[in-house]
C-alpha cells in the first residue's frame, strides 16, 4: 500500500505564509460551525487493536491508516518517522495509541477535517526536556451540585489554545504537555486553574463566584472583607460602569449606589459643568459651608470627572460615621474611594475599547408657531388690563408669513428709521422654534481607551491612555469637549518586605463653547419670541441685541483647558510578618486657562451696510493653578492568637492646596483668527484707548491630623472597630482649630454561631451591625471666614472717570473670629444577609445624622446693621434614612445567568435649630423639615363671571384681594382654609400663615434604581433604571405658566395654550375646561402671584421612573477569537436616558426642573451607542 | 522651592502639634485686609467712586405725576391697591458702607495717617458725607421719621433695635443738611477729574438748596397734620421715647423759616457762580444749521464744557458702559408720554397763558399748532412730525409721521402722543439699542435758580429783587418775555387746575405768583424727575381723594383721529380697545381704554400715600414675640401694621 503523505514545510517563507493562514481561517471556520463535537468524534468511534514492537512510527501510522480509514501527515524535517516504539494495544482510541506512541517524544497530533491527523513537533523547550508529553487531555466540567456546565471556556495558561466544552459539559484539549496549566472560567463561577502531570482526564467542579462575600473592598487606609465591614459601606464594580456611553464618571454612577444621589446643576446637560454628588441627602443647608463626599482616587483627593471611566477597577462609598471618619474633618459626609486598576502577574495584555455614540437633546419644549404665540401674549395682555401686545397690522404680517404669502418678508423696516429695520421684538413676524434653531438634532461622540496590564517576578505595571471627544448640542456657534487621559500604574517588588510603587496620572480637558453663551443664555433663549427672526429679510444675521442669540455664531469663542498632572509615590515595608508600614506621597498640578475672546460684530442695514451691533471686543484671559500636596504614612500591624484576629492601625496625614490665578483683558482686537491679548490694541471702538484689565491673586489651605483603628474579630463571629482622628485647619484660628473625631462599630455575624450550623446552608451571612461616630466639617465656603477682608475692584466701576472704568472698593463684611468646625454625628445600624447558595444578598442601614454648630445666617436682626451678619455655628439638623440593597444571582442549568438588583434609599432632614426669630414659613422653621412648599388650596377654576362671584361673596372680608385685582371667569378660587372670609398669607409666619398650609415637599424622597442583567452564550445585557419615588415641585416662573411678569418675560408652549377661554369665537377655540387659568402678566419674576400663587392645583408631582442605561453585548467565543491571536472580543449596544415616565408637566425634565432659570437648562440627552472591546 | 520645604517640614511638624500649628496658620495672601485699606488717597478714590450711581439706566423722566405718563399707571393712585409689603422696603446697605468709610477715614485723617494730596483726601472725604445725606434724604422723602445712625452697629439685637428708633423728620432733615455742610467745607469747587464727573462743592450747595427746600415747604403745608411731629395724630407720639420732642427751633414755624433760609442761602451761591447755557432758538435741522447749546447740553457725549452742567456721567459702550437715551429720544420717551396738562402749561411767547385772551395760541387740533408761538423750550422740545432727528452717520432721519399710540411696548409706544426731545442727540448711532453713550445730566445749576426764587416767595412771601433777576433769566433764556408779572395776570388758576396739579396745596389754590413760580419750575424742569417730589412737598394730591383726575394725552378725537387708520382705533370693545372713547374725552386717555383699568375712573389718592408703608417683618424683628406694639418702630400715618392691605 502505498503511503500518501504530504509534505508540509511550514517553517518555509513565503507562499507557504499563506497556506498556514488559510489553515488557521479554516479553523476557525470549523470551530465556530461544530464548536462542540470536532474534537473528540474519532476518539471515541474508532476503536482499534494494534501490537507493534519496536516498529518505526511511520509503521505504526501505517497500521493505523489500515484500520481507520485516517490519513497521517507531517514535515518529515520535524518528525523522525524511523523513531522506534513499542505499542500494545487493544481497543483503544487513536488518540489514545498515539499518546502511548509519542511517550517521550516531542511530538503533538491534531484532528483536521476530512479524516486528516497532523502530526506536529511541539516547542522546542519541550522537545528538549525529554520527560515532556505531547497529548490531548479530555474531561468534563460540572458545577458542585454535579450539573454539567455548558460553555465553559478552557484555556492553556499564558497561551491562546483553548476550547469550550459542550451541551453535556464536556471538552477535549489537544496538544497539551506536562506541567502546564488549564485555565477554566465561566461567567458567574469562580476561575480554577488546574495543573496538568501526566493525566489524560481532567474533570473538574467549579464554584459559584460568591458575590459580596469573600469580596474584598476598599475602606480608609486599607481593605477590608465585605464579610467582615462593621460600617456602612457599598460598592460599585467596574462591569456597572463599561459601556456606559456618559462624558463622566459623575453621570455613570448615578442609581448605582444606595445613599448616593446625584444632582444636575443649572448647566443640565452642557458639558460647561458637572453634575454634583451627594451622600445620605442634605448635610448642610449650604449657608457658609459645603458639605460633598470626599472623593479619593488612590488614597487622593481627585475630582472624579477627569478619570477615564475605564480606569476604574472599583468604587467604595464609605456612608456612615464609622466608616468614614478616618478621613476626620474632610469626609463627614461620605467618602468616595475609587481604586485604579492596577498590574496583575502575568502576559501582557492589551485592551482597547472604543464606542461611538450618538446624542439627542431630550425634553424640547415644544413651542407654539408665532401665530398662536401672539394670540397668547394679546390674551395675557388684555387680562392685565393693556391691550393687544401684537397689533392688529403685525398679527396680520405674521399669518401671512407662516401662510407663505409672497412679498411677505420676517420683518418690516423701522417706521422711526427707513435705513434700518425694525425691531425684531417690537415688529418681527418671523416664525422660528428657537430650540431648534439653537440646539441641534443629535451630535456624535467617541471614545478610545487603549491599555496594556501585566506583570513579572519584580514588576506589575498597568498602563493606558484615553481620548474621548464628545460633541455639544449647541448649533448656533457649537460646542465641545475632549478629554485625555494617561494613567500609570507601577509596582515593583524590591524584595520580600519592601515594595514601591508608583501611580501618574495626566488628565486635559478641552472645552470650548460661543463666547456670549454664558449664563443668561438659557434664560434669554427660552422666553425670545418665535417671531424674532434670526436673519434680516436680505439674509444678514439680525442684530437682537438683549438676546445676544444671533450674534453666539459669530461673537467669538470662550475656551477651557484644564489640566490635571498627579504622581503618587507610594513604599510599603513589611519587616515582619504582619506588620505593614505604608507611606505614601501625592503631589498634584492643575492647570486651568480660559480665554474669552468676544468680537465686535456687525449688523446690517436695510441697503445691506453694515453697523456695529456689538462693539465688545476684547480678548480675556484666565490662568489658575493650582498645587496639592498630601501625605500620610501609616502602620498597620495584624496578628491572630487563636481564633482571636487583632489589627491595629495609625498614622498621620496632612494636606495642602495653594492657588495662584491671574487674569487679564485688553480691548480692541486687530485680527480676529487666534486671538490673543497680543494681537489687541487697547482701545475701545471708538479708537480710544482703554486701560486693560489685569487681577491676580493667591489662595491656600492646608489640613494636618492623626488617625487610629482597631479591628477586632472572634472567629468572624464578632466584630469590633473602633477610629480616631484628630484634626486642625487652616481655615479658622488656632484656639478653635482642632477637633477630636472617634468612632465606634460593631458586627456579629449570626450565621457563624453554632446554633447556626443547621440554617447555614440556606443563609450562610447573618449579620447585624451599628455604628456610632463624630465628624468634623471644615469646609467653610470662605478660605479665610475669620479675616475681614476688604471688597476692592479694578477697573470694574460702573461709573466711568476721564473715559476709564475706575477701580472700586467697597466696606468689609462683618466676620466672626468664633468661627469653629461643625460637628457631625451619625448613627447607623444594619444588617447585611446572604442566602440560597449566596443568590440572594440584602443590605439595610437605618441611619441618623446630625450637624451640629453648623455655620449658618446669623441671626435675623433689625435691618440698621446695614451688613449681613456674620455667619456662625449656630445652626443644627438632623438627617435621617435608610438604605436597602437587594440582589438576586442565578444562574441556570442551561448556562442562563440573571441578575436582578434593587436599591432603595431615603433621607430627610429635620431643622433643629435656626435663627428664624419672627418664624417666617419661607425660611427654615425649627421641628420642620427641609423642603417644604406652603401654599394655598386650589378650588378650582371660575368657569363663569357667576361662579367667581358667588366665590367672593362667601369671602366677605376682603375676597382675594390680598393676592390680586378684578377677579373674574377663568381665575383661580382659592380656598378659605382659615375660616376668615379672605384669601391671604397673613404675616407669612408660623403663627399667622392665614389660607397657607405645606401643600408638598420638594425633597427627594425613596430614590430607587433596578438593575436587571442577563448573560447567556456570550450575549450581555443589562438595563438600568433610575427614579425618584416621591417629590413635589412648585414652579412660579413663566417657563411654567407663558406669562411671567410682562410681556419680555413670556414664552408659548403648546402646553401653554390650554387656558381658558370662554369666547367661542376666539382663533384658538372656546376652553372652559382648560389646565390653566387665564394668562396674566404680574410684575413679580419668581414667585408667582395672583392665579399664579402657590397652590395645590399646579403643584407637580415630580416623581419619576427613568432608564438610565441599557446595553447589549455579544463577547465572540474565545477559541474563535483565539485564533486571530485575540483574547476576548465584545461588541456591544447601549443607550442612555431611553425612556422616562413621569407626571410632571411635559416643559420639563425631571431631572433639572428646578435648575437654571426657572427651568430653563441646557438639555439633557439621550445617547444611542455602538461600542467594541477587546483585549489581546 | 517652596514644596520640598513644605513637605519636610510637613513630615516632621506632625510629630510635634505645635509645629503642625505653623503649618496650619494661613493668613489671606491676597486679599487687602481692612487695617492696610483707606490709608491712601487713591484707596479713598476707589471707594467713594464705587458710591456713585446706578451703572445704567434712561431718563425715565417723570412718570406717575401730571406731567408725564408710562405705559401702565401707578397703583398709587388706585387706593387700596398699595399694600403694606411683607418684608422688603427700607434698606441700610449703603449707609453702612458710608458710616464705614467715616468711621474710618476721619480719625485717620485727623491723625495724618493718610497720604497723598490733602485737598483730594478732604475732597473724597466731603463725597462720602454728600452720599450719606443723599441716602438720608432718599429715606426722608419715601418714610419721613427715619433713624440716625452714623456708626458701625454691633450685631446685636439689642443694640440695633434701639437704633431702629425714628428721628422726628425735622431732626432727619437738619442732620442732612449738616453733612452737606460738611461737604461743602471738604469739597473741591471743581471736581479732581476735572470733567464734572464727581460731585463738587457746587453740586453739595446745590442739593443743599434742594433738601432745604424740600423739608421747608412739607413742613408748611403738611402743618398741622400727622405727617408733621406734634402734628395732630403723629405716630410718634405712641412711642415713648419721643414723648419729650421738641422742633430744635422751638417751633414749626421756626423750624420752616430755618430750611428756607438755608434753601436761599445755599441756591444763591450757585446761581451768582454759575451762568445759564445760552440759547439761541435754533432747533438744528441742517448740517450748516449752527448748534444751540441749550439743545446740546441735555444730549452731548460729552457735557464737560456746558457751564450749567454740575455734574454728569460718561458713558462707553465698548466698556459696557451705556444706555438706551438715544433709543429713548428716537421714539417714544419709552413710552413715558407728556400729558396734555404739561404741554398745556407752557405760556406763549409773550408770556401770556394759552387761555388768555390774545395769547395767539393755534390750538392743539396738529402737533404742528401746538408749539406756533410758544415758550421757545416748548418748541425746542415737543416732537413734532416732520422734525429732523438724525444727522450725522446716516442719510437724514425725519420723525415718523404720526405718534405711534398703538404699539404697546415701550420702544414705539406714544402713551399719550406726545413725546419730547430734550436729550436728542443727531448722531444716528445713538439710537443703537441700549448702545447709546450720550452722557447723563446728574445736577444742572439752574435748579439753583429755581430753587432760591420759589424759597424767597414761600419764605418771604414776595420777592426780592435776586429772585427777580433769576427769574428774568430763566424766561429771557426760554425765550419767553421777561415780565412775569404779565403771565401772573392773565393767571386763571380754575384753567390751570386742568392741567396742573400744583395749582393745589392741601386742597386748596394757591396764589397765581406761587402758581407760575410752580408752572416755571415745571416747564424748565420737564422730564428731569423732580416733578414727583415737587407734588408731595406741596401736598398736590389731597384734591384727587374726592374728585378723580383723568390723565390726558394729545387730542386724538379731533382733526388728528384721521392720522390713523380708523378700524385701528378701537373702542369700547372690551379687553381689546385700543384707546379711549370720543364720548369720555377728545383727548386720548391713556389709562382709560379698557374697564380693567384700575384706574379707569381717574386717578384718586388717600393721605396715606404721602409717605411709603414700612414693611411689616422690620417691626416684627425689632420687637419681642411678634408683638409689634413693642417694637420701637411706629407705622406712617394712615397705613396698618399689618401686612397685604391698603390704608384705611
Not at chain 1, 393693556?386 to 418678508?409: C, H, M, N, W
Not at chain 1, 482703554?690 to 483603628?709: K, L, N
Not at chain 1, 466696606?811 to 446572604?834: C, F, M, Y
Request: charged residues 20%; negative net charge; contains cysteine.
Amino acid at each position: 500500500m502505498k503511503i500518501n503523505r504530504i509534505k508540509l514545510p511550514c517553517r518555509d517563507a513565503g507562499q507557504l505564509k499563506k497556506i498556514c493562514l488559510v489553515m488557521k481561517l479554516t479553523w476557525l471556520l470549523i470551530l465556530t460551525i461544530c464548536l462542540h463535537s470536532t474534537a473528540s468524534v474519532w476518539s471515541q468511534t474508532n476503536q482499534i487493536a494494534l501490537k507493534k514492537n519496536n516498529a518505526s512510527l511511520e509503521d505504526v501510522f501505517n497500521a493505523i491508516e489500515d484500520q481507520s480509514g485516517y490519513r497521517f501527515f507531517y514535515n518529515n524535517d520535524e518528525v523522525d518517522v524511523s523513531h522506534k516504539v513499542t505499542i500494545d494495544v487493544s481497543d483503544q482510541s487513536i488518540g489514545e495509541i498515539l499518546n502511548q506512541a509519542f511517550k517521550g517524544l516531542p511530538y503533538t497530533f491534531r484532528e483536521l477535517e476530512n479524516k486528516l491527523i497532523l502530526i506536529e513537533r511541539v516547542s522546542v523547550l519541550a522537545g528538549v526536556d525529554g520527560t515532556q508529553q505531547s497529548r490531548t487531555i479530555t474531561g468534563k466540567v460540572t458545577d458542585t451540585s454535579g450539573a454539567p456546565l455548558p460553555g465553559v471556556t478552557v484555556v492553556l495558561k499564558n497561551t491562546t489554545q483553548g476550547t469550550i466544552t459542550d451541551i453535556n459539559g464536556k471538552y477535549s484539549i489537544g496538544n497539551v504537555t506536562s506541567g502546564v496549566k488549564l485555565v477554566f472560567s465561566f461567567v458567574g463561577m469562580r476561575s480554577l486553574e488546574v495543573s496538568v502531570d501526566d493525566q489524560v482526564i481532567v474533570d473538574v467542579s467549579l464554584e459559584e463566584e460568591t458575590i459580596g462575600i469573600q469580596e474584598v473592598v476598599a475602606v480608609g487606609y486599607g481593605t477590608q472583607r465585605k464579610v467582615n465591614l462593621t460600617g456602612a459601606v457599598s460598592t460599585i464594580s467596574a462591569d456597572a460602569l463599561e459601556s456606559r456611553p456618559v462624558a463622566n464618571v459623575t453621570q455613570a454612577i448615578q442609581g448605582l449606589s444606595t445613599g448616593v444621589e446625584v444632582v444636575q446643576t443649572s448647566y443640565g446637560g452642557s458639558l460647561e459643568g458637572v453634575a454634583s454628588i451627594n451622600v445620605r441627602g442634605l448635610n448642610t443647608i449650604g449657608e457658609g459651608s459645603t458639605g460633598g463626599p470626599l472623593i479619593l482616587i488612590d488614597g487622593a483627593e481627585g475630582n472624579i470627572n477627569y478619570l477615564n471611566p475605564s480606569d476604574i477597577e472599583s468604587i467604595s462609598v464609605l456612608k456612615d460615621a464609622a466608616a468614614s471618619s478616618i478621613y476626620g474633618s474632610r469626609a463627614p459626609f461620605g467618602v468616595i474611594l475609587i481604586t485604579t486598576k492596577k498590574g496583575t502577574k502575568g502576559k501582557p495584555v492589551i485592551t482597547y475599547s472604543h464606542n461611538s455614540r450618538i446624542n439627542k437633546p431630550m425634553n424640547f419644549p415644544e413651542t407654539a408657531d408665532s401665530y398662536r404665540w401672539a394670540l397668547f401674549i394679546n390674551d395675557a395682555s388684555n387680562n392685565s388690563g393693556s391691550p393687544d401686545f401684537v397689533g392688529p397690522e403685525r398679527l396680520q404680517r405674521i399669518k401671512d408669513y407662516i401662510a407663505g404669502k409672497p412679498g411677505v418678508t420676517n420683518l418690516p423696516v423701522d417706521p422711526g428709521n427707513p435705513t434700518r429695520w425694525a425691531a425684531g421684538s417690537v415688529e418681527g413676524n418671523d416664525n422660528l422654534d428657537w430650540w431648534k434653531v439653537v440646539f441641534k438634532e443629535r451630535a456624535l461622540s467617541q471614545e478610545h481607551t487603549l491599555g496594556l496590564r501585566g506583570g513579572g517576578e519584580n514588576v506589575n505595571y498597568y498602563i493606558s491612555g484615553g481620548f474621548l471627544d464628545q460633541g455639544g448640542l449647541l448649533n448656533l456657534g457649537g460646542d465641545g469637549l475632549k478629554r485625555y487621559n494617561v494613567t500609570a500604574n507601577l509596582e515593583t517588588f524590591i524584595n520580600k518586605w519592601a515594595t514601591f510603587s508608583y501611580n501618574g496620572k495626566f488628565s486635559r480637558e478641552d472645552y470650548d463653547r460661543p463666547s456670549h453663551f454664558e449664563d443668561r443664555f438659557m434664560q434669554y433663549m427660552s422666553r425670545i419670541q418665535p417671531a424674532n427672526p434670526l436673519y434680516d429679510p436680505n439674509g444678514n444675521l439680525y442684530d437682537v441685541t438683549t438676546d445676544r442669540l444671533s450674534i453666539i455664531d459669530v461673537g467669538g469663542r470662550y475656551t477651557r483647558i484644564i489640566d490635571h498632572t498627579s504622581n503618587q509615590f507610594g513604599l510599603r515595608l513589611e519587616p515582619v510578618k504582619g506588620l505593614q508600614i505604608n507611606g505614601r506621597f501625592f503631589y498634584r498640578l492643575s492647570d486651568r486657562f480660559a480665554r474669552t475672546v468676544k468680537m465686535k460684530t456687525y449688523a446690517h442695514d436695510v441697503n445691506g451696510n453694515p453697523y456695529v451691533a456689538e462693539s465688545e471686543n476684547f480678548v480675556s484671559e484666565y490662568i489658575e493653578r493650582n498645587d496639592f500636596i498630601s501625605q500620610d504614612y501609616y502602620a498597620e500591624y495584624d496578628k491572630a492568637f487563636g481564633l482571636h484576629h487583632f489589627r491595629v492601625m495609625a498614622g498621620l496625614q496632612s494636606e495642602e492646596n495653594l492657588f495662584r490665578k491671574a487674569s487679564a483683558t485688553r480691548h480692541g482686537l486687530i485680527i480676529t483668527k487666534n486671538p490673543t491679548i497680543n494681537v489687541t490694541t487697547g482701545t475701545n471702538s471708538s479708537g480710544d484707548p482703554v486701560a486693560p484689565s489685569v487681577s491676580g491673586a493667591e489662595d491656600e489651605w492646608a489640613t494636618a491630623g492623626y488617625f487610629g483603628r482597631f479591628n477586632y474579630d472572634y472567629m468572624g463571629r464578632y466584630l469590633l472597630e473602633a477610629n480616631f482622628r484628630y484634626d486642625g485647619t487652616s481655615r479658622f484660628r488656632s484656639d478653635r482649630r482642632w477637633g477630636f473625631f472617634p468612632s465606634m462599630s460593631a458586627g456579629w455575624n449570626i450565621a457563624r454561631e453554632r446554633f447556626w450550623e443547621s440554617w447555614s446552608h440556606h443563609v450562610s451571612l447573618l449579620k447585624i451591625r451599628a455604628s456610632y461616630g463624630v465628624l468634623g466639617n471644615q469646609n467653610t465656603s470662605a478660605l479665610y471666614p475669620t479675616y475681614a477682608t476688604m471688597s476692592v475692584g479694578m477697573n470694574n466701576g460702573g461709573w466711568l472717570l476721564n473715559g476709564d472704568r475706575p477701580n472700586t472698593a467697597y466696606s468689609p463684611t462683618l466676620v466672626s473670629s468664633a468661627l469653629t468646625w461643625e460637628t457631625i454625628k451619625a448613627w447607623n445600624i444594619g444588617t447585611d444577609v446572604a442566602a440560597f447558595q449566596n443568590r440572594l444578598h440584602l443590605t439595610f442601614d437605618y441611619f441618623t445624622r446630625y450637624t451640629h454648630n453648623m455655620v449658618g445666617p446669623a441671626p435675623e436682626l433689625p435691618n440698621v446693621l446695614g451688613a449681613s451678619v456674620p455667619r456662625t455655628n449656630n445652626t443644627d439638623l438632623k438627617t435621617y434614612g435608610f438604605e436597602l440593597e437587594l440582589n438576586w444571582t442565578e444562574r441556570l442549568a442551561n448556562g442562563f445567568r440573571y441578575g436582578v438588583k434593587f436599591l432603595l434609599s431615603d433621607a430627610q432632614t429635620i431643622i433643629q435649630k435656626y435663627p428664624n426669630h419672627t418664624r417666617n414659613i419661607y425660611s427654615y422653621l425649627e421641628g420642620h423639615k427641609t423642603g417644604n412648599i406652603w401654599g394655598y388650596e386650589t378650588i378650582g377654576i371660575a368657569k363663569t363671571q357667576e361662579e367667581m362671584n358667588a366665590h367672593l361673596a362667601g369671602l366677605s372680608n376682603g375676597g382675594q384681594s390680598a393676592l390680586g385685582s378684578n377677579w373674574s371667569a377663568g381665575d383661580i378660587m382659592f380656598k378659605d382654609l382659615n375660616g376668615d372670609k379672605r384669601i391671604d398669607g397673613g404675616t407669612g409666619t408660623l403663627d399667622d400663615s392665614g389660607d397657607l398650609r405645606v401643600i408638598g415637599n420638594s425633597t427627594p424622597r425613596f430614590q430607587f434604581g433596578l438593575d436587571l442583567n442577563a448573560q447567556w452564550k456570550g450575549f450581555d445585557f443589562r438595563s438600568f433604571f433610575q427614579g425618584v419615588l416621591k417629590r413635589e415641585y412648585y414652579n412660579g416662573g413663566y417657563n411654567f405658566w407663558g406669562a411671567g411678569p410682562n410681556v419680555w418675560w413670556a414664552t408659548a408652549y403648546i402646553p401653554h395654550l390650554d387656558y381658558y377661554r370662554d369666547d367661542p369665537n376666539h382663533p384658538l377655540g372656546l376652553n372652559l375646561d382648560s389646565y390653566y387659568p387665564r394668562p396674566y402678566f404680574n410684575g413679580d419674576y419668581w414667585s408667582g402671584s395672583r392665579n399664579k400663587a402657590t397652590q395645590t392645583r399646579y403643584l407637580q408631582n415630580a416623581a419619576y421612573i427613568r432608564l438610565k442605561s441599557l446595553t447589549l453585548g455579544y463577547t465572540i467565543p474565545s477559541p474563535i477569537t483565539a485564533k486571530i491571536k485575540v483574547d476576548r472580543i465584545r461588541v456591544y449596544l447601549s443607550g442612555e436616558n431611553l425612556w422616562t415616565y413621569t407626571k410632571i408637566s411635559e416643559l420639563f425634565d425631571p431631572e433639572v426642573l428646578d435648575k437654571g432659570f426657572t427651568g430653563s437648562v441646557y438639555p439633557l440627552s439621550k445617547v444611542y451607542a455602538i461600542g467594541i472591546n477587546v483585549s489581546l | 522651592m517652596k514644596l520640598h520645604i513644605i513637605s519636610l517640614y510637613t513630615v516632621l511638624g506632625l510629630l510635634f502639634s505645635s509645629c503642625a500649628d505653623d503649618f496650619l496658620d494661613r493668613a489671606p495672601i491676597s486679599e487687602i485686609t481692612p487695617a492696610n485699606y483707606l490709608t491712601d488717597e487713591t484707596h479713598l478714590s476707589a471707594y467713594t467712586i464705587a458710591c456713585y450711581g446706578p451703572t445704567n439706566g434712561w431718563n425715565i423722566g417723570d412718570p406717575d405725576t401730571d406731567s408725564q405718563a408710562a405705559i401702565g399707571y401707578s397703583h398709587m393712585f388706585a387706593p387700596g391697591e398699595w399694600k403694606v409689603p411683607a418684608s422688603g422696603g427700607w434698606s441700610f446697605s449703603s449707609l453702612y458702607n458710608y458710616n464705614y468709610f467715616l468711621e474710618t477715614v476721619v480719625p485717620r485723617y485727623h491723625r495724618g495717617q493718610i497720604t497723598g494730596n490733602e485737598s483730594n483726601i478732604k475732597h473724597y472725604l466731603g463725597e462720602m458725607y454728600f452720599f450719606r445725606a443723599m441716602f438720608y434724604f432718599d429715606n426722608l422723602k419715601t418714610y419721613g421719621d427715619f433713624p440716625i445712625i452714623t456708626k458701625v452697629l454691633a450685631d446685636d439685637r439689642e443694640v440695633l433695635t434701639d437704633a431702629s428708633k425714628r428721628h422726628p423728620r425735622t431732626e432727619v432733615a437738619r442732620f442732612i443738611l449738616s453733612d452737606l455742610d460738611s461737604a461743602i467745607n471738604l469739597m473741591k469747587t471743581v471736581s479732581p477729574d476735572g470733567r464734572k464727573n464727581r460731585l463738587s462743592r457746587l453740586v453739595a450747595l446745590q442739593f443743599k438748596s434742594r433738601v432745604a427746600l424740600y423739608e421747608g415747604t412739607f413742613l408748611k403745608y403738611f402743618n398741622g397734620t400727622a405727617f408733621v411731629p406734634n402734628g395732630p395724630g403723629w405716630p410718634g407720639k405712641t412711642k415713648n421715647y419721643h414723648s419729650g420732642f421738641n422742633f430744635q427751633s422751638g417751633s414749626i414755624s421756626g423750624e420752616i423759616a430755618f430750611f428756607l433760609d438755608e434753601a436761599m442761602e445755599a441756591a444763591k451761591e450757585v446761581a451768582d457762580q454759575v451762568g445759564l447755557v445760552e440759547n439761541n432758538q435754533i432747533m438744528k435741522q441742517t448740517l450748516s444749521d449752527p448748534s444751540n447749546p441749550y439743545n446740546e447740553m441735555f444730549s452731548s457725549e460729552d457735557m464737560s464744557g456746558f457751564e450749567e452742567v454740575l455734574m454728569w456721567k460718561d458713558f462707553d459702550s465698548s466698556l459696557g458702559i451705556s444706555t438706551y437715551a438715544g433709543k429713548s429720544f428716537y421714539g417714544g420717551n419709552f413710552g413715558v408720554g407728556l400729558t396734555r396738562g404739561m404741554v398745556e402749561s407752557f405760556m406763549m411767547k409773550n408770556g401770556l397763558p394759552i387761555y388768555a385772551e390774545g395769547s395767539g395760541y393755534q390750538g392743539d387740533d396738529s402737533l404742528q399748532s401746538i408749539p406756533v408761538n410758544r415758550d421757545n423750550r416748548l418748541a425746542l422740545f415737543l416732537k413734532v412730525p416732520g422734525q429732523v432727528k438724525a444727522l450725522y452717520n446716516t442719510p437724514v432721519v425725519v420723525y415718523e409721521g404720526v405718534p405711534d399710540i398703538l404699539a404697546n411696548h415701550e420702544h414705539q409706544k406714544y402713551t399719550t402722543g406726545y413725546a419730547h426731545r430734550k436729550g436728542l442727540n443727531l448722531d444716528n448711532n445713538q439710537n443703537n439699542d441700549g448702545r447709546s453713550t450720550q452722557g447723563e445730566i446728574s445736577f444742572r445749576a439752574v435748579e439753583a435758580y429755581l430753587n432760591y426764587i420759589e424759597a424767597c416767595y414761600e419764605r418771604h412771601g414776595s420777592l426780592d429783587d435776586k429772585a427777580v433777576d433769576y427769574w428774568r433769566k430763566i424766561r429771557r433764556r426760554a425765550g419767553v418775555d421777561e415780565d412775569f408779572q404779565k403771565t401772573i395776570h392773565a393767571t386763571d388758576l380754575a384753567r390751570e387746575a386742568i392741567g396742573d396739579w400744583a395749582v393745589y396745596s392741601a386742597g386748596n389754590f394757591v396764589d397765581p405768583v406761587l402758581f407760575n413760580i410752580r408752572r416755571e419750575r415745571r416747564c424748565e424742569l420737564m422730564g428731569e424727575g423732580l416733578r414727583a417730589m415737587d407734588l408731595r412737598r406741596w401736598r398736590s394730591m389731597d384734591q384727587l381723594i374726592s374728585v378723580p383726575y383723568h390723565i390726558e394725552g394729545f387730542k386724538l378725537w379731533g382733526p388728528m383721529q384721521h392720522w390713523y387708520d380708523p378700524g385701528q382705533l378701537t373702542y369700547n370693545v372690551g379687553s381689546s380697545s385700543s384707546v379711549s372713547a370720543p364720548e369720555r374725552s377728545k383727548y386720548l386717555l391713556p389709562y382709560e381704554k379698557t374697564m380693567e383699568s384700575l384706574v379707569y375712573d381717574g386717578y384718586r389718592w388717600h393721605m396715606a400715600h404721602y409717605l411709603s408703608p414700612i414693611a411689616i417683618s422690620h417691626f416684627l424683628i425689632t420687637s419681642e414675640g411678634n408683638d409689634i406694639e413693642s417694637s420701637p418702630l411706629y407705622q406712617n400715618p394712615g397705613w396698618p401694621a399689618e401686612a397685604g392691605i391698603g390704608p384705611s
